[in-house]
């Protein structure tokens, strides 16, 4: 009685429409009271569930984008983006994406680079011949690579749930990452070629010199986080902290774009939206403590190792499951709650959990440009001035060749695993 009210109240709040935190928070309260259990156990369990160290990184990562979005750094890398690729047949579609791939490195979030990339790229691919609908596809399909390439806040969620290395994830995203953005740019030419969109003539080595001589500060975050990680001088909590006062230093002192009256508008702003997900992931918290009191995620794990213990079969059950939740559910939601149940079902059938974390977040990255509820896809639209639908017929091929991705990612462990198992063994 208790479990099927929790799921009544928590489908039915998905489809009012209530913000995925209180949805979590009424269904989990609902089954407290219905179940005798004290309501004192809910900020317990909400506490426990951001209590955990690696957390603190979190709004470390989002107020150093912030500062490096608001300090100069946006038009700097498609700049370089652009002198790279942009003399390719569909060029600006290949600078969007690139531009993407280099300014994931440093926000960790699909929906900044949404906000950020899509702001410009999206009415300058508009001015310069593109259709809307497809520039704004190409947009919110490259935004999904961000939190892919390090460094990545699902991938910090992850960690802290599981305990695996959040060095060793990000690490585990690079070439998965790079895979999905080089993917869409050949999508992208194909698709350009096909419809005969414009290009920019090639502007000589001095022009991509001069262009990567803006960008180096910008790009020299992501190494910085990096070698932070690997070289064990710093946890990923301090090298975010290092992050956001380098970020800082450069946008108001190298390029001179920030004011340092902002600073502490963007500190506050940051620090809201640190709170959003620390909320979620303290109600998501509570939602996963009870599926595992009712012995749930085992009930999961029986069903599916019933029908096959093949791994093969797992891996594509598994797959298709999150596929399915993440047209439904935010992201970090998704990972809280489902996550430790299927990590077990993993391991029951020799999946390394390293792996299996790395095409799970890739997975769930995929929804975000998938409806009814693809954040990046609202944004994208938004911005492009245009309803959800031709957009989403725009992102269809986008969404097949990083489905394609996903699934080599799965069957091919070594792709998430080589790297981490070289530079951290």
């Known amino acids: 009685m208790e479990v099927t009210v929790l799921f009544s109240l928590f489908i039915g709040g998905l489809v009012i429409g209530l913000p995925v935190a209180v949805t979590l928070g009424v269904a989990s309260l609902g089954y407290l009271t ?10 317990q369990k909400m506490y426990a569930g951001m209590d955990v160290f690696v957390l603190l990184s979190i709004p470390g990562f989002i107020l150093a984008g912030n500062l490096m979005n608001l300090g100069g750094i946006t038009h700097r890398i498609i700049r370089f983006a652009n002198a790279l690729v942009g003399w390719i047949k569909g060029g600006l ?22 906000a950020s990339i899509g702001g410009v790229m999206i009415p300058g691919m508009k ?147 640190s709170a959003g997900i620390l909320v979620l992931v303290g109600f998501a918290n509570v939602f996963g403590w009870i599926l595992v009191s009712e012995k749930i995620p085992q009930a999961i794990a029986d069903g599916v190792l019933s029908f096959t213990d093949n791994k093969i079969l797992v891996i594509l059950i598994i797959n298709l499951l999150l596929l399915f939740v993440g047209m439904f559910m935010e992201t970090i939601a998704a990972l809280i709650i489902l996550f430790v149940p299927l990590l077990s079902l993993a391991e029951a059938v020799g999946i390394d959990p390293l792996h299996f974390a790395t095409f799970a977040v890739l997975n769930l990255m995929i929804g975000l440009t998938t409806p009814p509820v693809g954040v990046c896809l609202f944004v994208c639209a938004g911005i492009a001035r245009l309803p959800l639908a031709p957009v989403v017929v725009a992102i269809l091929p986008f969404l097949l060749t990083n489905i394609c991705v996903l699934l080599a990612v799965s069957y091919v462990p070594a792709l998430a695993t080589w790297l981490p198992s070289v530079l951290m063994p």
């Open 93 to 114: 579609g290949l600078t969007n994406i690139a531009a993407s791939m280099l300014f994931g490195g440093i926000t960790g979030t699909a929906v900044a680079d949404a």
């Open 127 to 273: 001015k310069a011949g593109y259709p809307a609908a497809f520039s704004a596809a190409v947009t919110a399909a490259s935004s999904t690579v961000g939190p892919i390439i390090p460094p990545s806040v699902p991938m910090i969620i992850v960690g802290a749930l599981s305990g695996i290395s959040v060095g060793k994830m990000f690490l585990a995203g690079a070439i998965p990452g790079i895979l999905m953005g080089l993917a869409m740019m050949v999508t992208t030419y194909i698709i350009s070629r096909r419809n005969n969109f414009p290009h920019q003539p090639w502007q000589g080595f001095g022009e991509v010199g001069r262009a990567f001589a803006g960008a180096i500060w910008a790009l020299a975050m992501t190494f910085l986080i990096i070698y932070g990680l690997l070289s064990g001088l710093a946890t990923p909590t301090e090298t975010a902290v290092i992050a956001s006062v380098y970020a800082m230093i450069v946008g108001c002192f190298i390029y001179r774009e920030l004011p340092l009256r902002l600073v502490p508008k963007i500190v506050i702003d940051s620090a809201v939206s």
């Open 34 to 43: 219905l179940a005798g259990i004290p309501a004192v156990v809910m900020p």
